[in-house]
């Protein structure tokens, strides 16, 4: 089993940055891939980043240049880091995390609120 658990988020203005944190417990060695999910009013839940063990980060293309994947091991956590946020950034923000061979999610953190705006 894998636990996870944000924090970072907040209210910032447009053009400002923020860095979530995702700090993982319990079996984290298995763990495959990591990522951040967002979803935002009204909208479906879409993949915003995702670091597979091994390889370079992807990012979906409204926030490449942007946004930044990371993770430090040694410390079980993983971050985004989040710059030039525009309003569209608003949304809740989910870390995941899969165990699985075909990278599907199976741990999902509670959720973060990232808010833009004036």
């Known amino acids: 089993q894998v636990q996870l658990v944000e924090s970072g988020g907040g209210l910032v203005q447009p053009g400002g940055s923020l860095r979530l944190s995702c700090a993982a417990s319990?079996?984290?060695?298995?763990?495959?891939?990591m990522g951040w999910y967002r979803q935002a009013p009204g909208k479906e839940r879409e993949l915003v980043a995702r670091?597979?063990?091994?390889?370079?980060?992807n990012y979906a293309d409204s926030v490449k240049g942007r946004f930044t994947i990371s993770r430090d091991n040694a410390k079980n956590t993983a971050y985004l880091q989040m710059n030039s946020l525009k309003p569209e950034d608003t949304a809740v923000y989910y870390c995941?995390?899969?165990?699985?061979?075909?990278?599907?999610?199976?741990?999902w953190g509670q959720g973060t609120q990232v808010t833009v705006t004036s």
């Open positions: 995941t995390a899969t165990r699985s061979s075909n990278y599907r999610v199976d741990y």
């Open positions: 319990g079996t984290t060695f298995s763990i495959k891939a």
């Open positions: 670091i597979i063990n091994g390889q370079s980060p």
